[in-house]
């Protein structure tokens, strides 16, 4: 398999941890940031994560991406059985509708009135992301991962975003919406099983 990648893209991220928690490799492709004419040529999109399989199946998206991983790869799975399996996708559901769009809206607001931003707006935007930190606080109370004592898609979707908060910009990061997810979700006191759930994943396997 080989899976064309920009470096440091948080929805690359998902897919080299569902890569490394079922052990499989691949050949990894980067791709330049402002050049992407192979992405485009390949998949018809400019979007970076993409998976070309051994028989030549192109899969674009994160997410879908990883339902891929647990058809081709059944064990151990991202996407418990039912009725498990359902919570986690509703939990991705939720973090792709709700969460990255208010992740997106301070990014835009910073961007597109970078000379006088929405500050009450940007306040608001920052409480829901801090308010979101509370509801992975609860998820963690009686577990090691969101949904159980295993890995699911669930921890693979949100941990390259919500890590952010616990371990900061890595070097040579400059990236506008990596540094928003460092200001606007500051991990409080409240949140230590927050901030053990981002030590214990980023220690796992990469693919």
């Known amino acids: 398999m080989h899976v064309w990648r920009i470096p440091l893209s948080i929805n690359v991220e998902r897919v080299a941890l569902a890569l490394g928690h079922k052990g499989c490799s691949v050949d990894w492709v980067d791709i330049d940031p402002d050049d992407r004419t192979a992405v485009v040529e390949l998949s018809g999109q400019r979007r970076v994560p993409i998976l070309q399989d051994d028989d030549g199946t192109i899969v674009v998206g994160s997410t879908i991406i990883l339902e891929y991983l647990d058809r081709r790869f059944p064990e151990p799975r991202l996407f418990p059985d039912e009725p498990l399996g359902a919570e986690v996708r509703l939990f991705v559901d939720w973090f792709e509708r709700?969460?990255?769009?208010?992740?997106?809206?301070?990014?835009?607001?910073?961007?597109?009135?970078?000379?006088?931003?929405?500050?009450?707006?940007?306040?608001?935007?920052?409480?829901?992301?801090?308010?979101?930190?509370?509801?992975?606080?609860?998820?963690?109370?009686?577990?090691?991962?969101?949904?159980?004592?295993?890995?699911?898609?669930?921890?693979c979707v949100s941990f390259p975003f919500i890590k952010y908060a616990a371990l900061g910009l890595p070097p040579n990061d400059e990236r506008l919406f990596h540094r928003i997810l460092v200001d606007y979700q500051p991990l409080a006191r409240q949140h230590s099983r927050v901030r053990d759930w981002v030590a214990r994943i980023d220690a796992l396997p990469r693919g």
Do not use: M, N, Y
């Open 98 to 155: 709700a969460w990255k769009p208010t992740a997106a809206a301070i990014e835009d607001e910073l961007v597109d009135h970078a000379a006088s931003p929405d500050r009450a707006r940007l306040a608001l935007l920052s409480t829901r992301l801090v308010d979101s930190l509370d509801l992975f606080e609860g998820l963690l109370a009686d577990r090691e991962f969101l949904f159980g004592e295993r890995l699911t898609a669930a921890d």
